[in-house]
Structure formats: structure tokens, C-alpha cells
């Protein structure tokens, strides 16, 4: 009996690693997810920056806000979000606040139109999304 | 997976008894094979699709609400129901208490199989 109940719970675990291989597998949306998501903001960032007023304020944040708008809907369409997601996707938002108002404001007061800020910058404020796929894919 | 237990153990409340065999510890809700799948399943997601799950763990609609119905009794499980576009949705999450029934339950096993060492399923 005990030799029985040994194999039984063995087996419940094994069961329980393999649907959570399955949950991580079904999450792997959150890669491009993050991705797009960073691209997006690097994309908005050097609108602002390199494009003259004010096509640059309406093609930025026109942009942004559809990119946001379209990443809702996937993200809320996706059928599994793996645990923890929720708080990492908390994160990446702070992260990319933080740095897109740190390359902003500097920006504005002091580098319009300069490429060498802004490129970099919408480098900077890309990353927290690149590097977040990036550590997702590796899960 | 058969749900041969499910009848027997559906009693919320009588969850574990004091006893020295790691059999003791394992929770009554959580031990029927579909709800420890559904719960396995949850306990890797923020929060799953009704149909997800039940793809997932491999059960029909009925038989993934009836289980569902138990485990929420239970405090395990919280279900929310909305809305994508005009198509209707049901999420399952865990809650604080069914993750950590989980948690202590996969312990359980962890002892009767000798896996003591290993890392948390």
C-alpha cells in the first residue's frame, strides 16, 4: 500500500510539473508582448524627438497610444497568463516611465531635433521591454 | 483523468488531520485527480481561461464547472466573468489560501514519494 501510495503521489507530481510546462508554454505570448512593446516606445521616443513640432507630439503620442491600445487587446485576448506576470508587466511599465521621462525632459529643454540624444535615448526606453522578451524567451 | 475520487472528498472544511504519516497532510479538496489538475494547472497562471483549463486538464465543460464549483466553495479558486469584444469570458485564478493549500499539499507529496529535496511542483 505505501509502496503504491509512493508511486501515486510521484505521479500527481509529475502530472503537476508537466500542466505547469504546459501554463509556461501557453505564456510564451508575453515575448512579443514585451517586445512590441519596447519597439513601440522606441519608435514613439524618436517621433517626439527628431520630428518637428507638431507633427512630432501628434505622431508620438498618436502612436503610443494606439501601440498601448493594441497591445491591451492582445494581451487581454491571450487565454493564460503565466504567474507572476501581472507584476512583471507592472514593472516594465514603471521601468519604461521611469527612463522615458528621464530622456523627455532633458530632451526637450535641452536637445530638440539632436539625433545623438534621441537615438539613444529611444534606445534606453526600448530596453526594459527588449530585455523583459528577452528573459521571458529564456523561461 | 478519471474523477473517481471526487464524489468522496468534495468536503471542504475537513481538510487536513493531525497525524505523523505525510499522508496527513495532504488536503481533501486538492487530492481528487481533476481538481489537482485544475489547481496545478492555476498554480502556474496569474489567471487561466475557463477554456484553457479545460483543454488543459482535459474535461468537459460540466465536468470542469462542477470542480470548479467545489474548489470556489472551498476558497481555492475565485472565478471572474467578463467580457473580450462582445465574446463572453471566464477567468479561474488561485487565491492566497488555495496556493498555499496547494503548496503545502505538493509538500505532502514531496514526502510520501521521497522527493523531499526537490523543488516545488
Known sequence: MSEYASKDAAAALARARELGS???????????????????????????????????????????????????????????????????????????????????????????????????GAMLVALPGLIGGYLEARR | MSDAHSGAQASPGTRSRPGAHPRHGLDEVIHAPVRFSIVATLAAADKAEFAFVRDTVEVSDSVLSRQVATLEKAGYVAVTKGYVGKRPRTWLALTEDGRAAFTAHCRSLRAIAGEDGRGDG
Open chain 1, 22 to 120: 504546459t501554463v509556461r508554454n501557453g505564456s510564451k505570448w508575453s515575448v512579443r508582448y514585451q517586445v512590441a512593446y519596447g519597439c513601440a516606445a522606441a519608435v514613439s521616443m524618436l517621433a517626439i524627438g527628431l520630428l518637428s513640432h507638431p507633427y512630432n507630439v501628434a505622431f508620438g503620442i498618436g502612436f503610443w497610444i494606439l501601440a498601448l491600445t493594441g497591445l491591451s487587446v492582445y494581451a487581454a485576448r491571450q487565454p493564460v497568463a503565466r504567474r507572476g506576470f501581472t507584476r512583471w508587466n507592472n514593472g516594465l511599465i514603471m521601468a519604461w516611465a521611469l527612463l522615458f521621462f528621464a530622456v523627455l525632459f532633458p530632451g526637450i529643454t535641452w536637445f530638440r531635433g539632436v539625433e545623438a540624444w534621441w537615438v539613444p
